[in-house]
């Protein structure tokens, strides 16, 4: 199992990036899909998520609005666009695969003027 993120980096207060993850070694159509991030110093938390076949979209009330996740499952591929970024949105952004859990090594944004 691999996932592999991609589209991290530095962007303004209200800008905007598109993170990519990429799955292989798994069906990936057959498993729910969700972001997860951390800041250094404080708890795993939990973003957004969406289900097999995309039917349902889940996102923490601090992102609503502001964040989409997706998927392409032609492309094995998971996106989080992330808009009006603000600067608690700073962090190490996870691709996670549900049951079984398994987590990419992540890739880090950084919100800054």
């Known amino acids: 199992v691999q996932l592999v993120e991609s589209g991290g980096g530095l962007v303004q207060p209200a800008g905007t990036l598109r993170l990519s993850c990429v799955a292989s070694?798994?069906?990936?159509?057959?498993?729910?899909m969700t972001w997860d991030r951390q800041v250094p110093g404080k708890e795993h938390e939990w973003v957004a998520g969406?289900?097999?076949?995309?039917?349902?979209?889940n996102y923490i009330d601090s992102v609503k609005g502001r964040f989409t996740i997706s998927r392409d499952d032609s492309k094995n591929t998971l996106y989080l666009e992330m808009n009006n970024l603000k600067f608690e949105d700073t962090a190490i952004y996870f691709c996670?695969?549900?049951?079984?859990?398994?987590w990419g090594h992540g890739v880090q944004v950084t919100v800054s003027s």
């Open positions: 996670k695969r549900a049951h079984p859990d398994a």
């Open positions: 070694g798994f069906i990936f159509s057959n498993h729910g």
């Open positions: 969406i289900t097999r076949g995309s039917r349902e979209t």
